[in-house]
C-alpha cells in the first residue's frame, strides 16, 4: 500500500504565480512530515518539516506547507514563483510505530517554471 | 561541516565488474542510509546503520549487493557484479538520532552509475 502520495507527477506554472504541490500519507496517528527539494544533479535538500504545534509552518526559500489532520495532508505552498525553484520535490513520512527508523518517500513531483 | 560526501560522482562500467561507491557521513551523524533513485521505483532506501551496525538491509536487491561502515566515518557500496538494471543514482545520507522521528537526513550528491 502506498504510505505517501503526491498525486501529480509534473506541474507547470509560469514564473510569478503561486504554486501548491499535493501530500497526502496513510496513518493512524500523526507522523513527522518532511518536504525535500533535489535540484537536477543534486542530492535531496530539507526544506521544511512539521512535528506538532502550529500546523502552518515554514521553510526556506520562501516555502510553506499546511499539515490537515483531516485530510491526512501536508501540500507545500509558495505565492511567487521563481524559475530557480524549477526542481523535483519530494514529501516524506516518518512514523517510527509503522516504519521504524527510517523515512517513506513519496514518488515526487517535477516542478517547471515557465517565463 | 563539507556535508556528506561521496565518491566517485560518476561511474561508468561494463557488465560483470564490480563496483564499490563510497560516502562519508557528517562528523556526529550516527545513522547511515543508502538509497538507489530510478525513474521507475523513485528513491528506495537500500540499507541504513546505527553507529556503524546495519539495522535493516530489507531494501537490498539482491545478494550482488553488499554494504559495509567499517567506522563512524566511511562506508561503501558495493556490487559484485554489476548488472545494467544496477544504472540508477545512489545517495547516501545521515542523520543525528532516529530517522524515523524528527531528525533530518542530509543527502550527499549521488553517485550516478553506469552499466553498459
Known amino acids: 500500500a502506498q504510505s505517501v502520495t503526491q498525486p501529480d507527477i509534473h506541474i507547470t506554472v509560469s514564473e510569478g504565480a503561486s504554486l501548491e504541490l499535493r501530500c497526502n500519507y496513510s496513518?493512524?496517528?500523526?507522523?513527522?512530515l518532511f518536504w525535500y527539494v533535489q535540484s537536477p544533479g543534486q542530492g535531496l535538500q530539507l526544506l521544511l518539516k512539521?512535528?506538532?504545534?502550529?500546523?502552518l509552518v515554514q521553510g526556506i526559500k520562501g516555502f510553506e506547507a499546511e499539515f490537515k489532520r483531516s485530510q491526512s495532508s501536508f501540500n507545500l505552498r509558495k505565492p511567487s514563483v521563481h524559475w530557480s525553484d524549477a526542481a523535483e520535490y519530494f514529501c516524506?513520512?516518518?512514523?517510527?510505530?509503522?516504519?521504524?527508523?527510517?523515512?517513506?518517500f513519496g514518488a515526487g513531483t517535477i516542478l517547471r517554471v515557465k517565463s | 561541516d563539507a556535508g556528506v560526501i561521496q565518491s566517485p560522482r560518476h561511474e561508468v562500467t561494463e557488465m560483470g565488474q564490480e563496483v564499490t561507491l563510497r560516502c562519508k557521513p557528517i562528523?556526529?551523524?550516527?545513522?547511515l542510509f543508502w538509497y538507489r533513485q530510478t525513474m521507475m521505483r523513485g528513491l528506495e532506501l537500500l540499507i541504513y546503520?546505527?553507529?556503524?551496525?546495519?539495522?535493516?538491509d530489507s531494501g537490498m536487491p539482491e545478494d550482488r549487493f553488499s554494504a559495509k561502515m567499517p567506522n563512524a566515518s566511511f562506508s561503501t557500496l558495493k556490487i559484485q557484479p554489476s548488472e545494467p538494471r544496477d544504472s540508477a543514482v545512489y545517495f547516501c545520507?545521515?542523520?543525528?538520532?532516529?530517522?524515523?522521528?524528527?531528525?533530518?537526513?542530509?543527502f550527499g550528491p549521488g553517485t550516478r552509475l553506469t552499466v553498459l
Open positions: 545520507a545521515s542523520s543525528m538520532g532516529l530517522a524515523g522521528g524528527s531528525n533530518e537526513q542530509f
Open positions: 496513518y493512524g496517528a500523526t507522523p513527522y
Open positions: 512539521y512535528f506538532s504545534g502550529d500546523t
Open positions: 516524506a513520512v516518518g512514523a517510527l510505530e509503522e516504519y521504524g527508523n527510517k523515512l517513506v
Open positions: 562528523s556526529g551523524h550516527d545513522y
Open positions: 546503520f546505527n553507529n556503524n551496525v546495519p539495522i535493516d
